[in-house]
């Protein structure tokens, strides 16, 4: 600190109010100021990266170039509030909110029901209304490149585009058009529909320093270049910050810390942009975004040939990062990062750029070349330098260059592998005179294959010069295997696949220079194009209500989410957004960097010497009972993986508590085994629970009597649930009687409340437990939450404070476990008319340290293994692995999109082998009739014929099998692939007593009625569906009725919101309470039939008839005898089918969805734009699991993968780009409520339709190159399996590493 006595005030705005700041902390985010100073909570934290948009905010500042205000997105958790000097915020509440009006943007992505559990709402109504204050009329490419950087977990991403669609020029409609309430008609009390009253600007600020001084850190803002240049010479080693995207994470994660910050935002300088006759000169200080902008402009004024570098810039700047991220990130904080996978740099370097450096002393130019990059001190700038601008020169005639980039999915994700390659020939010639290759992502810096490119020259170019040069580059270009990242083998075979990509390109531009050159044949034409963002169509098809239905009864229609709006504009309340308590302190957790340890001693007296910090929470600090004997709540002794909870610090505020585990000193002795991987369980026999198994039939005497047998091996990696929300709570100790009040994001409130009783050794009854909202839970919240209140509870207890547990994202993922990987055998016997007659699959799971929930998903799984087909002798086998690892939890499917993934691709397996398409294997082995399943259930399948065939027509899935065949023919690096996948998902969980509801409904004297139920709140809808059940049965309108939350005091002894069964069983229970009310008024009623509900319900209070009920539902029955394997488990069935179809790019593993259809039967849907929603959103869930989402470990068992930045959940680009969903014209269950199915979990799986046609598309380049097409089935299908499994010259000229001579960086588990 240098002398805080003269703070500068931080003046700017906020939603047009002034705000001044006096004590600014240079450490805080905007996204801190907004929620904790200004209690500004509609902006949520999700990941404080910067790579999930949850906290997007519009930022205005003037612009002194162009001298005009630039409106732009960021995200509010890598903002530095100090940069915001003189600057306009609009957050989510300035743009519209239900007591006021609400703007277009919030009404639209309501009604069009983009949203479920609402967290990431608010982030990406800002980003549209961003978008908007830009391009009132934006194009559809602008409103996807505006939403690329925000992810949603929830809704599949669909109804957000087509709510953001309604604006664009090509739709120009509201789909609310035509019912006379389109918001767009909402403008007359404003200046525009858009609103921009909000929105008020400080002036131009002076030129004057600004120094804020914080605690630990002071930031400058010098008000001229001269001022800078002074400052970086008197601190040397202090960062500049501009965009702080590369320097915020570094602070955050990796304990960077910097004692002074200069802030260079208000130098004009740094913005210039200059074009000269042979380059264009653009200020470090611009964003990529207006890189963007100038890069477009100069390339639509120059010739083509002089602009070959730029359009290679901006072709890579179009899929860096998210907006907001482009918004911010400046060129020179990008340049002098230095990062290896850096997008820019590549090509920067090989298009021959120089920077333009200037301090005190004055200015000189360096090169931009692979010394700057790999940091060599001769090549580097000095400590007082900084970077003032970078030249980049134009190209000319004869020289040509690209760009090639390869991450896990198109956008938002940074790249494996990334390339810039600029050849020049002597003129008139395909001889090369100048040739630069440069890679990224394959070495700790950009690396240049500067030899490679020498030994090159004069070269012609054709295919010898090509092998010579992949030869070369491989021996230069080299990676070890134990390479940090990994993915060695498939880094190796992109860097000669780029040059061959770039090999062809230059052939194809040569042959257009001049006719003579060779071309290239028509079938490898397909190697040349990049899979372009395309923008997501389709259609959802349900069935309207009966039209004799009265208007007011509103089950059956597509009823808006009960929170949309509030979602939308910033007001519905999450847990963290509860305004801090009274004498409240923070919690954080201090967990084990061991796999397997004792724990020698653990030392807070550091800790405890911070400035805030209250207490450390330990084990003993117990008054109960410290959770189960094998899966502690505190760690005692011994620690059984990496992220097991230790202790707890509590402090003033979150960030004193968090600093404080830092300073914790816990000593282990490491204990062995560690057991991390499936392979490892099974070999130490290592299991959490007896092995379960099934058996149908003779499946020894089958295999003997079956033409064919295949065996095979399925692998399936693990899944984060990735909620947008991450675990956190807030429970509040009352002065009397020892009792609480938990405020809680979970789907089992009960569970907490119990498990913090037992933890405290209070009775249950003192305990309350209150559900509001969930910010999306698919399974983590069911459990886990329960241990984040009690060691809250015990914080809160010990110190006698409230206590608020907020996980970071890091910590969520590192902590929580997710769905369990698996391993599968299978071996299947089949005659050779395609009947399959034996099957016997073993699956093994990963069940991680302690048992939590899989007995019962390995249960779940074995059940639900025989999915849609009927084979008369079968055999399953499942167990559950101990490993060392966190413990694995319930996930949305629960065992079964693992498991029917074996199931299917034995199917695919038998297919191969008999030289059939898979639909065929799988048509011939369906059920077809009443039949019974391996457990003995009797079932009809009628229904999952009629969505396998009306999948099958509505896809026009054979003529499209058939244009595959013919697009597979004509082209050789691109192929095309198309699956149908058939499925039958059991609903429920096994036991009667699982399936109990009760519901709590008071009628107050006017007319007003409060509904309460055992169902959280999860996006799901649950809350929307009651009220229409509550409406249809007290039949009165749904604006009578109002759901307050989910609260253990008046529904008690509930069960998990879980297995698709939620809505199905409270309904039940909604409806009993509601029929008993109106059997109450019935006499009333009918003595007065012309009165009003309210009458009577006056009438009811005069006559002293409780105006109060509970309503109760024993739930389904079900059974399971494990024993002798038979039973009756799930209550009933949801069949379904989809197609996807997707193409490959064989050269680089990247994959483009083409087209998905799906047939849903949802019976009598209770809410159709509810339960498509939910369709839609599980499949791309499931979408995600069997495609990008990757858990890495290393061989110690540290999950690497903690953060969006290395964990890709699909973003709206991966949205398939005709996208059909249909639910089932009405058939008929007696048993749910009003005939509806429970449809939360189903879609999940058939994500895997995707799977299955990449695997399809792989298939057919196997068979054309004539190897082996039964190859290792392995989900997720990321781009690296892919490539490596579309073998060809490049896999096969990549160096391998005997596995034995290296330690790998990371190990697959499954
Ligand atoms: C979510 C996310 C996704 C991303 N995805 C990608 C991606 O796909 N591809 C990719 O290539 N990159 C990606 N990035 C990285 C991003 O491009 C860089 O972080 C960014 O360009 C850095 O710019 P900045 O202005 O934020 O730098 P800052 O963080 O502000 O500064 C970074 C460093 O540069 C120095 N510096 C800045 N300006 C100057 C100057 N004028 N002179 C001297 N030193 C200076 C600072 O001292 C500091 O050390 C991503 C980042 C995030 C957060
Ligand atoms: S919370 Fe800011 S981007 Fe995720
Ligand atoms: S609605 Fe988008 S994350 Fe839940």
Same mark, same amino acid.
């Given at each position: 600190?240098?002398?805080? %006595?003269?703070?500068? &005030?931080?003046?700017?705005?906020? $939603?047009?109010?002034?705000?001044?700041?006096?004590?600014?902390?240079?450490?805080?985010?905007?996204?801190?100021?907004?929620?904790?100073?200004?209690?500004?909570?509609?902006?949520?934290?999700?990941?404080?990266?910067?790579?999930?948009?949850?906290?997007?905010?519009?930022?205005?500042?003037?612009?002194?170039?162009? @001298?005009?205000?630039?409106?732009?997105?960021?995200?509010?958790?890598?903002?530095?509030?100090?940069?915001?000097?003189?600057?306009?915020?609009?957050?989510?509440?300035?743009?519209?909110?239900? *007591?006021?009006?609400?703007?277009?943007?919030?009404?639209?992505?309501?009604?069009?029901?983009?949203?479920?559990?609402?967290?990431?709402?608010?982030?990406?109504?800002?980003?549209?209304?961003?978008?908007?204050?830009?391009?009132?009329?934006?194009?559809?490419?602008?409103?996807?490149?505006?939403?690329?950087?925000?992810?949603?977990?929830?809704?599949?991403?669909?109804?957000?585009?087509?709510?953001?669609?309604?604006?664009?020029?090509?739709?120009?409609?509201?789909?609310?058009?035509?019912?006379?309430?389109?918001?767009?008609?909402?403008?007359?009390?404003?200046?525009?529909?858009?609103?921009?009253? $909000?929105?008020?600007?400080?002036?131009?600020?002076?030129?004057?320093?600004?120094?804020?001084?914080?605690?630990?850190?002071?930031?400058?803002?010098?008000?001229?270049?001269?001022?800078?240049?002074?400052?970086?010479?008197?601190?040397?080693?202090?960062?500049?910050?501009?965009?702080?995207?590369?320097?915020?994470?570094?602070?955050?994660?990796?304990?960077?810390?910097?004692?002074?910050?200069?802030?260079?935002?208000?130098?004009?300088?740094?913005?210039?942009?200059?074009?000269?006759?042979?380059?264009?000169?653009?200020?470090?200080?611009?964003?990529?975004?207006?890189?963007?902008?100038?890069?477009?402009?100069?390339?639509?004024?120059?010739?083509?040939?002089?602009?070959?570098?730029?359009?290679?810039?901006?072709?890579?700047?179009?899929?860096?990062?998210?907006?907001?991220?482009?918004?911010?990130?400046?060129?020179? +904080?990008?340049?002098?990062?230095?990062?290896?996978?850096?997008?820019?740099?590549?090509?920067?370097?090989?298009?021959?750029?120089?920077?333009?450096?200037?301090?005190?002393?004055?200015?000189?130019?360096?090169?931009?070349?692979?010394?700057?990059?790999?940091?060599?001190?001769?090549?580097?700038?000095?400590?007082?330098?900084?970077?003032?601008?970078?030249?980049?020169?134009? %190209?000319?005639?004869?020289?040509?260059?690209?760009?090639?980039?390869?991450?896990?999915?198109?956008?938002?994700?940074?790249?494996?592998?990334?390339?810039?390659?600029?050849?020049?020939?002597?003129?008139?010639?395909?001889?090369?005179?100048?040739?630069?290759?440069?890679?990224?992502?394959?070495?700790?810096?950009?690396?240049?294959?500067?030899?490679?490119?020498? =030994?090159?020259?004069?070269?012609?170019?054709?295919?010898?010069?090509?092998?010579?040069?992949?030869?070369?580059?491989?021996?230069?270009?080299?990676?070890?295997?134990?390479?940090?990242?990994?993915?060695?083998?498939?880094?190796?075979?992109?860097?000669?696949?780029?040059?061959?990509?770039?090999?062809?390109?230059?052939?194809?531009?040569?042959?257009?220079?001049?006719?003579?050159?060779?071309?290239?044949?028509?079938?490898?034409?397909?190697?040349?194009?990049?899979?372009?963002?395309?923008?997501?169509?389709?259609?959802?098809?349900?069935?309207?209500?009966?039209?004799?239905?009265?208007?007011?009864?509103?089950?059956?229609?597509?009823?808006?989410?009960?929170?949309?709006?509030?979602?939308?504009?910033?007001?519905?309340?999450?847990?963290?957004?509860?305004?801090?308590?009274?004498?409240?302190?923070?919690?954080?957790?201090?967990?084990?960097?061991?796999?397997?340890?004792?724990?020698?001693?653990?030392?807070?007296?550091?800790?405890?010497?911070?400035?805030?910090?209250?207490?450390?929470?330990?084990?003993?600090?117990?008054?109960?009972?410290?959770?189960?004997?094998?899966?502690?709540?505190?760690?005692?002794?011994?620690?059984?993986?990496?992220?097991?909870?230790?202790?707890?610090?509590?402090?003033?505020?979150?960030?004193?508590?968090?600093?404080?585990?830092?300073?914790?000193?816990?000593?282990?002795?490491?204990?062995?085994?560690?057991?991390?991987?499936?392979?490892?369980?099974?070999?130490?026999?290592?299991?959490?629970?007896?092995?379960? *198994?099934?058996?149908?039939?003779?499946?020894?005497?089958?295999?003997? @009597?079956?033409?064919?047998?295949?065996?095979?091996?399925?692998?399936?990696?693990?899944?984060?649930?990735?909620?947008?929300?991450?675990?956190?709570?807030?429970?509040?100790?009352?002065?009397?009687?020892?009792?609480?009040?938990?405020?809680?994001?979970?789907?089992?409130?009960?569970?907490?409340?119990?498990?913090?009783?037992?933890?405290?050794?209070?009775?249950?009854?003192?305990?309350?437990?209150?559900?509001?909202?969930?910010?999306?839970?698919?399974?983590? @919240?069911?459990?886990?939450?329960?241990?984040?209140?009690?060691?809250?509870?015990?914080?809160?207890?010990?110190?006698?404070?409230?206590?608020?547990?907020?996980?970071?994202? &890091?910590?969520?993922?590192?902590?929580?476990?997710?769905?369990?990987?698996?391993?599968?055998?299978?071996?299947?016997?089949?005659?050779?008319?395609?009947?399959?007659?034996?099957?016997?699959? &073993?699956?093994?799971? $990963?069940?991680?340290?302690?048992?939590?929930?899989?007995?019962?998903?390995?249960?779940?799984?074995?059940?639900?293994?025989?999915?849609?087909?009927?084979?008369?002798?079968?055999?399953?086998?499942?167990?559950?692995?101990?490993?060392?690892?966190?413990?694995?939890? #319930?996930?949305?499917?629960?065992?079964?999109?693992?498991?029917?993934?074996?199931?299917?691709?034995?199917?695919?397996?038998?297919?191969?082998?008999?030289?059939?398409?898979?639909?065929?294997?799988?048509?011939?082995?369906?059920?077809?009739?009443?039949?019974?399943?391996?457990?003995? =259930?009797?079932?009809?399948?009628?229904?999952?014929?009629?969505?396998?065939?009306?999948?099958?027509?509505?896809?026009?899935?054979?003529?499209?099998?058939?244009?595959?065949?013919?697009?597979?023919?004509?082209?050789?690096?691109?192929?095309?692939?198309?699956?149908?996948?058939?499925? *039958?998902?059991?609903?429920?969980?096994?036991?009667?007593?699982?399936?109990?509801?009760?519901?709590?409904?008071?009628?107050?004297?006017?007319?007003?009625?409060?509904?309460?139920?055992? +169902?959280?709140?999860? +996006?799901?809808?649950?809350?929307?569906?009651?009220?229409?059940?509550?409406?249809?049965?007290?039949?009165?309108?749904?604006?009578?009725?109002?759901?307050?939350?989910?609260?253990?005091?008046?529904?008690?002894?509930?069960?998990?919101?879980?297995?698709?069964?939620?809505?199905?069983?409270?309904?039940?229970?909604?409806?009993?309470?509601?029929?008993?009310?109106?059997?109450?008024?019935?006499?009333?009623?009918?003595?007065?039939?012309?009165?009003?509900?309210?009458?009577?319900?006056?009438?009811?209070?005069?006559?002293?008839?409780?105006?109060?009920?509970?309503?109760?539902?024993?739930?389904?029955?079900?059974?399971?005898?494990?024993?002798?394997?038979?039973?009756?488990?799930?209550?009933?069935?949801?069949?379904?089918?989809?197609?996807?179809?997707?193409?490959?790019?064989?050269?680089?593993?990247?994959?483009?969805?083409?087209?998905?259809?799906?047939?849903?039967?949802?019976?009598?849907?209770?809410?159709?734009?509810?339960?498509?929603?939910?369709?839609?959103?599980?499949?791309?869930?499931?979408?995600?699991?069997?495609?990008?989402?990757?858990?890495?470990?290393?061989?110690?068992?540290?999950?690497?993968?903690?953060?969006?930045?290395?964990?890709?959940?699909?973003?709206?680009?991966?949205?398939?780009?005709?996208?059909?969903?249909?639910?089932?014209?009405?058939?008929?269950?007696?048993?749910?409520?009003?005939?509806?199915?429970?449809?939360?979990?189903?879609?999940?799986?058939?994500?895997?339709?995707?799977?299955?046609?990449?695997?399809?598309?792989?298939?057919?380049?196997?068979?054309?190159?004539?190897?082996?097409?039964?190859?290792?089935?392995?989900?997720?299908?990321?781009?690296?399996?892919?490539?490596?499994?579309?073998?060809?010259?490049?896999?096969?000229?990549?160096?391998?590493?005997?596995?034995?001579?290296?330690?790998?960086?990371?190990?697959?588990? #499954?």
């Amino acid at each position: 600190m240098l002398c805080a %006595s003269r703070s500068d &005030e931080l003046v700017f705005f906020v $939603n047009g109010r002034k705000v001044i700041e006096r004590n600014v902390d240079p450490e805080g985010t905007l996204l801190t100021f907004l929620r904790k100073n200004l209690r500004l909570t509609g902006t949520k934290y999700a990941c404080g990266r910067g790579g999930c948009g949850a906290c997007t905010v519009m930022v205005s500042k003037h612009d002194s170039v162009s @001298k005009k205000i630039r409106h732009f997105s960021v995200t509010a958790c890598l903002m530095p509030i100090c940069s915001l000097y003189g600057s306009a915020v609009t957050t989510v509440e300035g743009v519209g909110s239900i *007591k006021t009006r609400l703007h277009p943007v919030q009404e639209r992505i309501a009604k069009s029901h983009g949203t479920q559990c609402g967290f990431c709402t608010p982030g990406m109504v800002m980003s549209m209304y961003t978008l908007l204050r830009n391009h009132p009329q934006p194009s559809e490419e602008q409103l996807m490149e505006a939403l690329g950087g925000n992810l949603c977990r929830c809704t599949g991403y669909r109804p957000i585009f087509e709510s953001g669609r309604t604006f664009c020029m090509e739709a120009n409609s509201c789909q609310q058009k035509g019912t006379g309430k389109c918001c767009l008609d909402w403008g007359e009390n404003d200046s525009s529909p858009l609103g921009k009253k $909000n929105e008020r600007m400080a002036e131009n600020p002076e030129k004057q320093m600004l120094t804020f001084y914080g605690e630990r850190v002071t930031w400058i803002s010098p008000g001229t270049l001269k001022d800078l240049l002074e400052l970086k010479a008197k601190h040397p080693k202090a960062p500049l910050v501009l965009g702080n995207t590369s320097l915020g994470p570094g602070m955050k994660s990796q304990g960077h810390f910097h004692p002074v910050l200069l802030s260079p935002a208000r130098i004009s300088e740094l913005s210039m942009v200059t074009k000269t006759s042979d380059g264009l000169t653009i200020g470090a200080g611009c964003s990529l975004a207006q890189m963007q902008v100038i890069l477009a402009e100069r390339i639509s004024e120059l010739p083509e040939e002089k602009t070959q570098t730029y359009r290679a810039l901006l072709k890579h700047l179009r899929s860096l990062a998210g907006q907001q991220i482009r918004n911010m990130a400046s060129l020179g +904080g990008h340049v002098m990062s230095r990062h290896c996978y850096s997008d820019l740099s590549p090509i920067l370097a090989v298009g021959n750029s120089t920077l333009n450096l200037i301090s005190a002393e004055g200015t000189r130019q360096i090169p931009l070349n692979e010394h700057f990059l790999a940091g060599l001190a001769s090549a580097d700038i000095e400590p007082e330098e900084i970077l003032e601008s970078v030249h980049i020169p134009h %190209s000319q005639k004869w020289e040509f260059v690209s760009a090639f980039r390869q991450a896990q999915c198109q956008q938002n994700a940074l790249p494996h592998v990334n390339a810039g390659m600029r050849v020049l020939f002597k003129g008139g010639t395909d001889s090369i005179e100048d040739l630069h290759i440069a890679y990224g992502g394959v070495g700790p810096a950009t690396i240049s294959a500067h030899r490679s490119c020498q =030994q090159l020259l004069g070269r012609r170019w054709n295919e010898l010069m090509l092998d010579e040069a992949c030869r070369l580059l491989l021996d230069e270009v080299s990676l070890p295997g134990s390479a940090p990242g990994g993915r060695v083998e498939f880094k190796r075979t992109l860097v000669v696949s780029f040059l061959f990509k770039f090999y062809l390109e230059v052939l194809q531009e040569l042959k257009k220079l001049d006719r003579r050159y060779s071309e290239i044949s028509e079938r490898f034409l397909s190697a040349l194009e990049d899979f372009p963002v395309t923008i997501p169509q389709g259609v959802q098809t349900y069935q309207s209500v009966d039209p004799h239905q009265p208007l007011q009864d509103p089950v059956g229609r597509p009823i808006m989410h009960l929170s949309g709006l509030k979602h939308a504009t910033g007001e519905a309340i999450f847990c963290d957004d509860i305004p801090m308590v009274d004498k409240e302190l923070f919690m954080a957790l201090m967990t084990s960097s061991r796999a397997h340890a004792k724990i020698r001693s653990i030392d807070v007296s550091k800790a405890l010497e911070l400035p805030g910090v209250i207490d450390v929470i330990t084990a003993e600090d117990i008054p109960g009972i410290n959770g189960a004997e094998n899966d502690k709540l505190l760690a005692v002794d011994e620690v059984i993986c990496v992220g097991q909870i230790i202790c707890a610090v509590v402090a003033e505020t979150d960030v004193q508590a968090k600093r404080a585990t830092e300073k914790i000193k816990i000593t282990y002795e490491d204990l062995e085994p560690v057991i991390l991987t499936i392979k490892d369980a099974i070999n130490h026999n290592s299991f959490l629970c007896p092995e379960k *198994k099934l058996e149908q039939g003779n499946v020894e005497e089958a295999f003997e @009597k079956v033409d064919q047998i295949v065996e095979g091996e399925v692998h399936v990696g693990g899944q984060e649930h990735f909620y947008m929300e991450t675990q956190r709570v807030l429970v509040i100790p009352k002065t009397e009687d020892k009792e609480l009040d938990i405020y809680v994001s979970t789907q089992d409130p009960a569970h907490v409340q119990k498990t913090v009783s037992s933890t405290l050794n209070i009775p249950i009854s003192r305990i309350t437990c209150h559900v509001k909202r969930v910010g999306g839970g698919f399974g983590g @919240k069911t459990g886990k939450p329960a241990v984040f209140g009690a060691i809250a509870g015990v914080g809160a207890i010990k110190t006698g404070h409230p206590i608020r547990l907020v996980l970071d994202r &890091e910590d969520d993922m590192l902590i929580t476990g997710g769905r369990h990987p698996l391993f599968g055998k299978y071996k299947v016997g089949f005659m050779n008319n395609r009947r399959i007659k034996a099957l016997d699959i &073993e699956c093994f799971i $990963n069940g991680g340290c302690t048992l939590d929930d899989s007995e019962l998903v390995t249960e779940f799984l074995i059940l639900k293994l025989e999915n849609a087909y009927k084979i008369r002798n079968l055999r399953f086998q499942g167990c559950a692995c101990m490993t060392n690892l966190p413990s694995n939890t #319930a996930f949305r499917g629960f065992g079964f999109p693992q498991g029917a993934l074996v199931t299917e691709s034995c199917i695919t397996a038998v297919a191969a082998k008999c030289g059939l398409p898979p639909e065929k294997i799988r048509e011939k082995n369906m059920y077809k009739a009443v039949d019974k399943t391996i457990y003995n =259930q009797a079932f009809n399948p009628e229904t999952l014929i009629r969505c396998w065939n009306e999948c099958l027509d509505k896809s026009s899935f054979h003529s499209r099998r058939m244009q595959a065949e013919e697009f597979n023919k004509k082209n050789y690096w691109k192929k095309k692939g198309i699956a149908i996948i058939p499925m *039958k998902f059991s609903v429920g969980f096994a036991a009667t007593s699982y399936h109990q509801a009760a519901a709590l409904v008071h009628i107050y004297t006017d007319g007003s009625v409060l509904v309460t139920h055992g +169902g959280s709140e999860l +996006g799901q809808g649950i809350h929307t569906k009651m009220l229409q059940v509550a409406s249809r049965e007290l039949k009165i309108p749904m604006s009578y009725i109002h759901i307050c939350e989910t609260s253990t005091a008046t529904v008690p002894n509930t069960i998990a919101t879980a297995a698709s069964i939620g809505a199905d069983v409270n309904g039940r229970a909604v409806q009993d309470a509601c029929q008993i009310l109106l059997k109450r008024l019935e006499p009333i009623i009918k003595k007065h039939p012309e009165g009003t509900w309210e009458d009577w319900v006056e009438a009811a209070f005069e006559q002293r008839i409780s105006l109060s009920a509970t309503g109760y539902f024993r739930g389904y029955k079900a059974f399971m005898d494990w024993e002798k394997g038979v039973g009756d488990p799930f209550p009933y069935y949801v069949y379904g089918a989809a197609c996807s179809e997707v193409e490959i790019d064989c050269l680089t593993g990247a994959h483009k969805k083409i087209r998905t259809d799906i047939i849903m039967d949802a019976c009598c849907s209770l809410n159709p734009a509810i339960d498509i929603g939910q369709i839609e959103g599980s499949f791309i869930q499931g979408m995600g699991l069997y495609t990008t989402e990757e858990l890495k470990y290393s061989p110690e068992g540290v999950l690497y993968s903690r953060s969006p930045d290395e964990y890709k959940i699909p973003t709206i680009t991966d949205v398939p780009e005709e996208f059909n969903v249909s639910l089932m014209p009405s058939s008929y269950t007696p048993l749910t409520i009003y005939s509806s199915k429970g449809l939360g979990e189903s879609g999940m799986f058939l994500g895997s339709s995707v799977f299955f046609a990449i695997a399809d598309a792989v298939a057919t380049v196997r068979r054309e190159r004539g190897i082996a097409e039964d190859f290792m089935v392995q989900s997720p299908a990321t781009p690296e399996w892919v490539r490596m499994a579309c073998a060809d010259r490049f896999t096969e000229m990549i160096p391998r590493d005997d596995p034995k001579t290296f330690k790998p960086w990371s190990i697959p588990i #499954a």
